[in-house]
Structures are given as structure tokens and as C-alpha cells.
């Protein structure tokens, strides 16, 4: 299958700081790339769609400008959540679509103190 | 009503048994249906991956897709502690970027 590359795996931020995470496909191109959040023993939550050269597509109730998301390239995507707060401590994972199939990456844990 | 429903389990079995995992759907368009295993603190990895109703079968794994029922099951026979895990069914429409998932069934597999 796809591989979908996603780092830092853990971060660790003080409250008003901005942390990045970068989400890259390896042997493929991703033109639809997808952000989730997940809190545990939680289903996935779709955050936003992100489409290579055009602005995110942002689900309902998720901030455009606490959670900027970028797509310049057909292999990265990142998102930074911007001003952490505590209440941003989460589990993110990103995920990009080839054919019919999601492939996901392997998560950020974000711990924002 | 949701899209996809899954029954969170959790589910425990012993080492070698049969496992069935279920999701129900209620969009009789969906067309591809997956199965994800996530590990703790992991992205969930595909497994399973069907298009239309029918079978698919992949070493231990077996996927069932009946679109009459809206019903599809994931089989994992001769169980592993290693398949411990939070299983995920997820389906999509013919078009579109939409991904429906269930909540996920957790699975504890006894050595």
C-alpha cells in the first residue's frame, strides 16, 4: 500500500506556542489530503480536506485560524496549530486518498502544557 | 441516525478463536468498503478493502460486504494477541472525498 509519512510522532509545547506537523506521501502523489483528530477511544474526526494549490476545505466548527493548513506540494501537507492551548491536546493524524483507498499516517500526539 | 454504527465492544477473546467484527450502514450508496486495525497511539492501517457486496479474503482476514443488509462484517480466524487492536470499517460513495468510519470495535486478544 501507500505510504503516508507524518512527523513529529510526540510533541510537547508550552500553552501559546505553535507547533507544526508535517504529513508527507512517499511513493505517490496526493493531490486530497486529509486532517483527523482523535481523542481517545474516539472514532476519527475529520478537521479539514486539504487539496494541493487551493485552500482547505475546513469541517464545521474547526478553526481556520487555530489550525492552519497547508498544501503547497503533491507529497506535503502540514498543519500547525497556532497559539496551542491546553484544550488542543489531541491525537492528529493525516491521511491521503489513492484511487478509492485512505491511507493514514502514524499520528501526532500533541501535549500542550 | 448515523451513517456508519459500530458496536465499540470491547470485545475479548481467547488466543486461536474466531472473531467477527460488524458495522451497519444506512446509505445504500456507498460502494467501497474498508476495514482498518489502529493500534494504540498509531494511524489506522488498511486491512481490508472491498468494492461492491462480496467476499474478499486475505490470509487470516476475511471481509463480507452484503449491500442488501447493509451489513458488513471483518472475520479474523486462529486469533493473536498481535491482532489486539481497535478495528474500524469505513466506506465511501462512487464520487466525492467523503469517508464514513465507524466508531470502532476494541479487541483483546488472550494469549
Known amino acids: 500500500g501507500a505510504v503516508v509519512s507524518q512527523h513529529p510522532s510526540r510533541v510537547i509545547c508550552k500553552s501559546g506556542t505553535s507547533v507544526k506537523i508535517e504529513c508527507r506521501s512517499l511513493d505517490f502523489q496526493a493531490t486530497t489530503m486529509f486532517w483527523y483528530r482523535q481523542f481517545p477511544k474516539q472514532s476519527l474526526m475529520l478537521m479539514a480536506t486539504?487539496?494541493?494549490?487551493?485552500?482547505?476545505?475546513?469541517e464545521q466548527g474547526v478553526e481556520k485560524d487555530k489550525f492552519l493548513i497547508n498544501h503547497a506540494s503533491l507529497t506535503l501537507s502540514t498543519l500547525t496549530v497556532t497559539s496551542a492551548h491546553p484544550e488542543d491536546s489531541s491525537f492528529y493524524i493525516c491521511?491521503?486518498?489513492?484511487?478509492?483507498?485512505?491511507?493514514f499516517g502514524s499520528g501526532t500526539q500533541l501535549s500542550v502544557l | 441516525q448515523k451513517e456508519v454504527e459500530q458496536d465499540p465492544g470491547p470485545l475479548s477473546v481467547p488466543e486461536g478463536a474466531i472473531v467477527s467484527l460488524n458495522c451497519t450502514y444506512s446509505?445504500?450508496?456507498?460502494?467501497?468498503f474498508m476495514w482498518y486495525r489502529q493500534y494504540s497511539r498509531k494511524g489506522p492501517e488498511l486491512l481490508m478493502y472491498?468494492?461492491?457486496?462480496g467476499n474478499k479474503e486475505d490470509g487470516r482476514f476475511t471481509a463480507q460486504v452484503d449491500k442488501s443488509s447493509k451489513y458488513i462484517s471483518l472475520f479474523i480466524r486462529d486469533s493473536q494477541p498481535s491482532d489486539s487492536a481497535t478495528y474500524l470499517c469505513a466506506m465511501s460513495l462512487n464520487t466525492g472525498n467523503q469517508f464514513y468510519f465507524g466508531t470502532g470495535t476494541s479487541l483483546t486478544v488472550i494469549p
Open positions: 472491498t468494492y461492491s457486496s
Open positions: 486539504s487539496n494541493e494549490g487551493s485552500k482547505a476545505t475546513y
Open positions: 446509505n445504500s450508496a456507498f460502494q467501497y
Open positions: 491521511s491521503a486518498r489513492v484511487v478509492e483507498k485512505l491511507f
